[in-house]
């Protein structure tokens, strides 16, 4: 999801008005016919039952958020709004009527997801809700809270990721899900360990694939990458294993969250109400098969894939199902789920459905339709298949909006038990011959691309849905352009956006320059530099450092990655992937590489922080201060000059030579509140030759003194008009050389 303030869009009136006009856009009338009466014969559910879901459908949808962050600073997060925020909100009474504190939502695991039941009017109006309120705004600026639908949280969840295992993310943006399952993959953190996993973030969309590096950036991880492929078309690829022996690129857990026609998102997207139609979904089914069957094809055996959408139709969900079952012959196992989440409230998959004409007849099979031309506009998947009672439909997930509360989403789990394509075959340990390897290889890509019948694109004039990934900025704003008409990268030109894949094409590198990444080696004297400087324990490694070949005339910017990414970045396919991006950024030269200053060559950054302060053996630039007030000062003000600081503070930096390092301090209270565990902070700083700087943006320096002190600092002091801000964003740069952007 985008990062979206409570108070929703900046500057604008709480009514939405036209532009120009000052008039306000006509309520959405929260009603559909066509859509009551087709999910009425769908017979999702009883009824009585029905009533009551279509009733909740269309109430507003309670706000929830997740804590974010590397896992020590979502613990602290975690202990300030347990502990500290929360309790302050029991039975808070406004125009008499008592509302309940927000509260963890049950199924999620280690209170990290939160529900605040409470309408927004009653948040602006009550001290306490006001002040918490404030408190998602800013930490939500910051990336340490996440705005995501409560049902949207739960895939990730039912992948069972563990910190060693690869995983992929093929339609991945904005990137909420990715979160999680970074998340994941970092859980045992705490343990100072950069794990071996891997998560690959994909998505169709170049400008949305942007959006997940923003998304990730915020937990820093070693083992991220970002790509820009249709889902269906990530490439084949190779890589070495840990043993130095080559492998096909496959995940022990795979997530296909594909596009879809959105309407469990209905109680958050109201223009859905007018646009809906059931002719969506049959324009998204062919896509969504091929993205999971390509998912299914990347996946280990023994591995896990997951297919979800945020739609309640059975043509997106269950038929898909049933085809990719279908299509991978026993190869996939479609797992049951009950036992997990026990809190989570849900539905069975359906075991039936019904397919509907344009005129709303019902349609049993192809055969119905008696215009051939007619015929291309169903793919034969989307009715249900004759055996379709074996297939265990029933243990699909269906939550719907009544019971408890939510958005609508449908999710389904895969174990795959069986070989399905030649890497499975070779990983049994089959010998098998090169050439009968890119056959099977060519003949998997055929597949993924033949699904649904290969003249039906053209010819389909089914309407996609109005909203388009683009403009949504919902966070499962689902859609997108009709499926394979663009080639990823090549969005903002319009010739290409008109043109269909075609084989050729499908094999070509996407035209989008991003600057490579670039394996720095281990006797780099850079690195060298930098571990004496710093004093970066030997065994860190030392050939996992990166450069952007762009900055690569000055070595300007260096990132770090894990083992995982490195063996991705050689692999000898490497030029078939789109990588968006990859790397921590850690250090940046001060100056440049002529005049390159020995005294401090190198500044670290706030991004590199977790990362490194886990791997430095002393305290050669590492100062733990006890003063709060030192941190209130280097919170609040610009470039306090060192003679304000407390006198231990002053002593400690005198020892210090200019340059970089690092301020740790213990904080014992959250909004001027005692904790029960104190907040551990570090902070990069840069020590000039009379002040001294902490390298963070103002977001972060907003959250943290709110956090702390329960003030929002000078970043929020408007008054103090940008003419002061440009004065000491020069001030800053004369003692530094550091410009705002770079930081
Ligand atoms: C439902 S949204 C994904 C939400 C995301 N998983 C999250 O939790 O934040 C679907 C995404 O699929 C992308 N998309 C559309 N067609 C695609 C395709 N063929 N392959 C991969 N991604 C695609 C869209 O750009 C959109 O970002």
């Given at each position: 999801m985008g990062r979206k303030s409570f108070r929703g869009r900046k500057g604008k009136p709480k009514a939405d008005t036209r532009p120009g006009t000052g008039k306000s856009y006509p309520e959405t009338v929260k009603d559909n016919k066509d859509f009551k009466d087709y999910y009425k014969l769908q017979n999702i559910l009883p009824e009585e039952e029905f009533e009551e879901f279509y009733r909740v459908l269309q109430t507003t949808l309670p706000t929830t958020f997740r804590i974010t962050g590397t896992r020590s600073n979502a613990l602290q997060l975690r202990e300030v709004v347990q502990n500290v925020l929360v309790p302050s909100m029991q039975s808070i009474e406004v125009d008499g009527q008592v509302y309940e504190p927000p509260m963890p939502i049950s199924w999620y695991p280690d209170n990290f997801g939160w529900q605040v039941?409470?309408?927004?009017?009653?948040?602006?109006?009550?001290?306490?809700?006001?002040?918490?309120?404030?408190?998602?705004?800013?930490?939500t600026e910051a990336g340490n809270i996440s705005r995501q639908e409560a049902v949207s949280m739960v895939p990730p969840l039912l992948m069972d990721i563990k910190p060693h295992m690869w995983v992929l993310d093929m339609c991945a943006a904005p990137g909420s899900k990715t979160a999680q399952i970074i998340e994941a993959v970092h859980a045992n953190d705490l343990l100072n360990e950069i794990p071996t996993g891997l998560v690959v973030a994909n998505d169709a969309d170049y400008k949305r694939s942007h959006m997940l590096v923003h998304q990730s950036k915020r937990l820093q991880s070693p083992c991220f990458m970002a790509t820009n492929h249709f889902g269906q078309q990530i490439p084949t690829m190779h890589v070495k294993d840990e043993n130095g022996k080559l492998v096909a690129w496959q995940f022990d857990r795979v997530l296909c969250d594909v596009p879809c026609s959105g309407d469990g998102t209905l109680r958050k997207n109201e223009m859905?109400?007018?646009?809906?139609?059931?002719?969506?979904?049959?324009?998204?089914?062919?896509?969504?098969?091929?993205?999971?069957?390509?998912?299914?094809?990347?996946?280990?055996?023994?591995?896990?894939?997951?297919?979800?959408?945020?739609?309640?139709?059975?043509?997106?969900?269950?038929?898909?199902v049933a085809e990719v079952l279908r299509l991978t012959n026993g190869a996939l196992e479609l797992k049951d789920m009950s036992h997990e989440l026990p809190e989570l409230k849900r539905k069975p998959g359906l075991t039936t459905w019904k397919v509907m004409n344009?005129?709303?007849?019902?349609?049993?099979?192809?055969?119905?339709?008696?215009?051939?031309?007619?015929?291309?506009?169903?793919?034969?998947?989307?009715?249900?298949?004759?055996?379709?009672?074996?297939?265990?439909?029933?243990?699909?997930?269906?939550?719907?909006?009544?019971?408890?509360?939510?958005?609508?989403?449908?999710?389904?789990v895969f174990d795959k038990v069986k070989p399905l394509t030649a890497a499975d075959r070779i990983h049994e340990g089959n010998q098998i011959d090169a050439h009968d390897i890119q056959e099977s290889e060519t003949n998997e890509e055929k597949l993924v691309e033949a699904v649904g019948g290969g003249e039906q694109e053209e010819e389909q004039d089914t309407t996609p849905p109005s909203t388009t990934a683009e403009s949504t900025t919902a966070e499962e704003g689902k859609v997108d352009e009709t499926p394979g008409s663009k080639r990823p990268a090549e969005e903002s030109s319009s010739k290409a956006e008109e043109a269909p894949v075609t084989k050729k094409q499908k094999q070509d590198v996407p035209?989008?320059?991003?600057?490579?990444?670039?394996?720095m080696t281990a006797d780099n004297p850079d690195v060298q530099k930098l571990t004496d400087y710093f004093g970066i324990e030997p065994s860190f490694p030392r050939d996992q450092y990166i450069l952007r070949c762009e900055e690569s005339?000055?070595?300007?910017?260096?990132?770090?990655?894990?083992?995982?990414?490195?063996?991705?970045?050689?692999?000898?396919?490497?030029?078939?992937?789109?990588?968006?991006n990859t790397g921590?950024?850690?250090?940046?030269?001060?100056?440049?590489?002529?005049?390159?200053?020995?005294?401090?060559?190198?500044?670290?950054?706030?991004?590199?922080?977790?990362?490194?302060?886990?791997?430095?053996?002393?305290?050669?630039?590492?100062?733990?201060?006890?003063?709060?007030?030192?941190?209130?000062?280097?919170?609040?003000?610009v470039m306090p000059l060192i003679d304000t600081l407390s006198l231990d503070t002053q002593e400690k930096l005198k020892k210090l030579d200019r340059g970089s390092c690092i301020f740790e301090f213990d904080v014992a209270k959250a909004f001027n509140k005692p904790l029960n565990k104190s907040l551990s902070i570090s902070l990069p700083i840069w020590k000039g030759r009379s002040s001294v700087n902490v390298l963070i943006n103002k977001h972060d320096k907003k959250s943290l003194c709110q956090r702390i002190f329960g003030v929002t600092g000078s970043s929020d002091n408007k008054q103090q008009s940008k003419t002061k801000d440009n004065d000491d964003q020069s001030k800053q740069q004369k003692e530094t050389g550091i410009t705002q952007a770079e930081k």
């Open positions: 039941n409470a309408p927004r009017s009653v948040l602006r109006r009550s001290q306490e809700f006001s002040k918490f309120q404030k408190f998602i705004v800013s930490e859905i109400w007018n646009d809906w139609s059931q002719g969506q979904a049959l324009g998204l089914h062919r896509t969504q098969v091929q993205i999971f069957l390509r998912g299914a094809q990347l996946t280990k055996v023994g591995g896990r894939v997951v297919y979800s959408t945020c739609s309640f139709n059975p043509i997106e969900n269950e038929a898909v344009k005129d709303g007849s019902i349609l049993t099979s192809i055969e119905d339709i008696k215009e051939k031309r007619q015929r291309y506009k169903f793919p034969t998947s989307v009715f249900p298949p004759e055996n379709v009672e074996s297939m265990h439909l029933e243990r699909c997930l269906r939550i719907y909006p009544h019971q408890q509360n939510t958005g609508g989403f449908f999710v389904a035209k989008i320059e991003e600057a490579p990444f670039q394996l005339a000055k070595n300007r910017t260096l990132y770090y990655c894990s083992k995982s990414v490195k063996s991705v970045l050689e692999s000898k396919d490497l030029e078939r992937l789109h990588i968006v921590v950024r850690l250090f940046v030269r001060q100056g440049s590489l002529e005049d390159d200053k020995e005294d401090a060559p190198f500044r670290l950054t706030a991004d590199g922080l977790p990362l490194l302060e886990r791997v430095l053996v002393d305290d050669r630039r590492k100062l733990a201060i006890s003063e709060e007030q030192d941190l209130k000062t280097l919170l609040t003000e």
